[in-house]
């Protein structure tokens, strides 16, 4: 059972570039989330669908537009990279509400 | 608004037990969670307590919350080095979807 799965793993970008992180489960959660995680600041809510078809912004979506693709798969999506979205990018799935989070292994995203 | 403190960092002897805590300010928060994260890897839960408990117990791991001074603590007993990481507490906070609010992280260092 794979749980979450991200892809890339790791990236380095020039700035002004676009990417799109992607994030799939297995476990047929109806949430899914993207936080940013930088030293000293613990986890950041980017943006998170609570169910297919919705998605909202969290605490930091500047910058970020995501898909909720379909059930499984929720991408995080970078129009023009910044050297102050350089960060370590995660993703989770919960299967209702009052359940814990499952995350990703994380993707590794530098910005030059 | 919503808030979660930890110490940054904490040191312990091999086979000695570890207290790691945490303050939230959120009173409405019906869930608390402590999820463990080793070194380039994602966040694993460890366990989590229902606002209506003061203790869970999960063999090594235990669980105290002080609702009334919105205190959360976890004890792990007998320090192993492969406990080594950092372990972040989160609240479920108000609003929808259950979004976590995070700490920042305690730093476990567990040297012999």
């Known amino acids: 059972n794979a749980g979450v799965t991200q892809t890339p793993k790791f990236q380095v970008l020039k700035t002004g570039q676009s990417m799109t992180l992607q994030c799939a489960q297995d476990m047929n959660h109806n949430s899914m989330y993207w936080y940013r995680q930088d030293p000293g600041m613990g986890l950041r809510l980017i943006y998170y669908s609570a169910s297919e078809g919705t998605t909202d912004k969290g605490e930091v979506p500047n910058g970020y537009n995501v898909s909720r693709l379909n059930k499984r798969e929720f991408s995080l999506r970078l129009e023009s990279a910044a050297p102050s979205q350089t960060s370590v990018y995660f993703c989770a799935s919960r299967p209702g509400d009052w359940q814990p989070q499952h995350f990703g292994d994380g993707t590794r995203l530098s910005i030059l | 608004g919503e808030d979660v403190e930890q110490s940054l960092f904490l040191s312990v002897r091999e086979g000695d037990s570890s207290v790691i805590n945490c303050t939230y300010t959120d009173s409405s928060s019906t869930y608390l969670y402590w999820y463990k994260q080793e070194p380039g890897a994602g966040l694993q839960l460890l366990t989590y307590?229902?606002?209506?408990?003061d203790m869970k117990q999960d063999q090594r791991l235990t669980v105290l919350l002080n609702k009334k001074d919105k205190h959360l603590s976890l004890r792990i007993a007998d320090t192993q080095t492969g406990d080594s990481a950092i372990y972040f507490c989160a609240e479920s906070g108000s609003g929808g979807y259950n979004k976590l609010i995070f700490g920042a992280g305690t730093r476990l260092a567990v040297h012999p």
């Open positions: 307590i229902f606002s209506n408990m």
